[in-house]
């Protein structure tokens, strides 16, 4: 069972987005569109700070397997 973490949490003690701004966003959340985007930013950062970045869904190579001239052969 995966645990649950506190990310904003974490990324406050780890002291990494220090400024007053970045605090106080992790704090209190998001209050319009822009601050949404840069609380999402943060928490990206913070996925490829912990390498969970790498537990992302891998790309499905099985509907890129073909070429260009395979399919045209097919049409004809």
Known sequence: MKEKI???KELIESE???DKFSK???EHGAKNF???IYLGYMY???R???CLDKDDPVENKGQ???SFKEFEKKIK
């Open 34 to 36: 822009m601050e949404g």
């Open 64 to 66: 890129m397997q073909s």
């Open 6 to 8: 506190n990310w904003q």
């Open 44 to 46: 990206s950062r913070w």
């Open 24 to 26: 106080n966003l992790l």
């Open 48 to 50: 490829k700070i912990r």
């Open 16 to 18: 990494r987005f220090n």
